[in-house]
C-alpha cells in the first residue's frame, strides 16, 4: 500500500469522526449518498447492484451495501498507521470480494469522488481545501491497494 503521511491520515480522522458523530444514522445515509452520487458519475455501476435485474431489486443491494460501506470505510480508518501489514490483508480480501461481485477496477476514481462528495455533504464548508486533498489522496492509496488484488 503507498504511504500516505500522517498529517493527511490525521486530517481523514478528524473529519470521519466529525462526519460520523454528527448524525445518529451516519451508517445507512452516508453510504447512501455515497453510492446516489457514484450511479450519477458512472451509470453502468448500477448494474453491480442488481439494477439490471429491477428497480427493487437494485436499491435492496444498494441499501445493504450502503450500510456496509460506512463500516468498511471506518474499519479500515481505525486500522491506518505505521503497520500496513495487516490492512493490506484486510484490502486484498476486499479486493477478492470485488473481483469476484464483477467490479470493474474503472469504477473506483468514480467511488472515490462519491465518497467526497458523500463527505463534503455532511461537514458542509468546514471542510478545508486540505482536508479534500488528503481525502483524495488516502483513498487513491486504499482504492490502488484493491484494484491491484481485482486485476490479479
Known amino acids: 500500500m503507498e504511504e500516505v503521511g500522517y498529517g493527511r491520515i490525521a486530517a481523514v480522522l478528524e473529519t470521519w469522526d466529525a462526519a460520523r458523530f454528527g448524525s445518529k444514522d451516519f451508517d445507512d445515509e452516508f453510504g447512501m ?17 442488481g439494477y439490471d435485474q429491477g428497480e427493487d431489486i437494485g436499491k435492496s443491494h444498494a441499501t445493504v451495501h450502503a450500510t456496509a460501506f460506512a463500516g468498511l470505510f471506518d474499519s479500515v480508518f481505525q486500522m491506518l498507521g505505521p503497520d500496513l501489514e495487516f ?11 470485488h473481483k469476484s461481485m464483477g467490479v470493474s477496477p474503472s469504477f473506483f476514481p468514480y467511488m ?28 487513491d492509496s486504499i482504492s490502488n491497494e484493491i484494484v491491484k488484488n481485482i486485476l490479479q
Open 33 to 49: 449518498v455515497a453510492l446516489e452520487r457514484l450511479f450519477e458519475l458512472q451509470p453502468r455501476a448500477k448494474k453491480v447492484f
Open 87 to 97: 490492512i493490506e490483508d484486510i484490502l486484498r480480501q476486499v479486493g477478492r470480494r
Open 112 to 139: 472515490g469522488q462519491a465518497l467526497v462528495h458523500a463527505v463534503e455533504k455532511y461537514l458542509g464548508k468546514s471542510l478545508t481545501a486540505e482536508q479534500r486533498i488528503a481525502w483524495e489522496e488516502v483513498y
